[in-house]
């Protein structure tokens, strides 16, 4: 796994934020700002693919550019997963043969699985015949995220509404699960890649269902906005804090 931010704890609360804040804002797009499923999801996917051409291209190597790809692909995979699964807003019947697709959570979590199954078996292939380091292995890898974090929605919203686990249940079941993953990787009965994607998968619904339970009235209720401004908070310190441990010579010579 190359061309990635060290895999240390800090990098998975990390993702497990962006997962949240992925889904927060998203709703925000979709609902809060009435652009629809339809609208909010082409102009995510739209931005998000120019971040990935731009990163690629340019060889962006900082940990703020992975970052703000994640971000983005999370937000994406919101507005796609609402997009795969719900019924349309107001603003998305005027889209024509593009309005949401209506599946329900249990076969647009199937349909989307399929997809990630696929895309991940087609990157595998890539990898083994030109390596890690190859443009088609960083696009399939962002593909992958996208479509992971358009999985973590579906079925996180399965597991909230469709379920008796409802938000809060679900959301320990899933880091039960996650946990699972990751001893099962450090007793050495999983490699690396497949461990990674794994608790990739399985860390965009635990977003989610973390997301509904502090931002829904079945939870806490306390808003998309105000939950992504704390998380925001949060981000930026351990961002922050994990930047300053990696280059302790270049802060010092700043400070000095």
């Known amino acids: 796994m190359k061309n990635l931010p060290k895999l240390n704890p800090s990098y998975w609360i990390l993702m497990l934020i962006c997962t949240t804040m992925g889904e927060l804002i998203g709703n925000l797009i979709s609902r809060n700002f009435e652009f629809g499923y339809t609208k909010g999801a082409l102009i ?4 998000f693919s120019i971040l990935i051409i731009s990163v690629l291209s340019f060889k962006l ?3 703020f550019f992975y970052w703000l790809l994640i971000l983005a692909g999370n937000i994406g995979g ?23 697709l209506q599946l329900g ?11 990630l199954v696929s895309v991940l078996l087609v990157r595998y292939v890539f990898v083994r015949r030109r390596g890690e380091a190859s443009i088609a292995a960083g696009v399939l890898y962002w593909g992958a995220i996208l479509i992971s974090s358009t999985f973590g929605t579906t079925s996180g919203d399965f597991i909230t509404n469709d379920t008796p686990l409802g938000a809060f249940g679900g959301s320990v079941a899933l880091l039960v699960l996650l946990i699972g993953v990751f001893a099962a990787f450090r007793r050495g009965w999983l490699a690396l890649a497949p461990a990674y994607w794994a608790a990739l998968v399985l860390m965009h619904p635990v977003g989610a269902t973390i ?4 931002s829904k009235p079945i939870g806490l209720n306390l808003g998309n906005v ?8 949060i981000f930026g310190l351990i961002f922050a804090n994990e930047t300053r441990a990696r280059n302790p010579a270049r802060v010092s010579a700043i400070q000095d």
């Not at 995510?44 to 931005?47: A, E, F, L, N």
């Open 44 to 47: 995510d996917v739209c931005v």
């Open 61 to 63: 190597r900082h940990d």
């Open 78 to 100: 919101t507005n796609l997963a609402d997009w795969v699964t719900l019924e349309p807003l107001e603003n998305d019947r005027k889209w024509a043969a593009l309005q949401p």
């Open 105 to 115: 959570t249990r076969a647009g979590s199937l349909a989307v699985l399929g997809a």
């Open 211 to 214: 997301g509904n339970y502090v």
């Open 226 to 233: 105000s939950t992504n401004l704390f998380l925001v908070a």
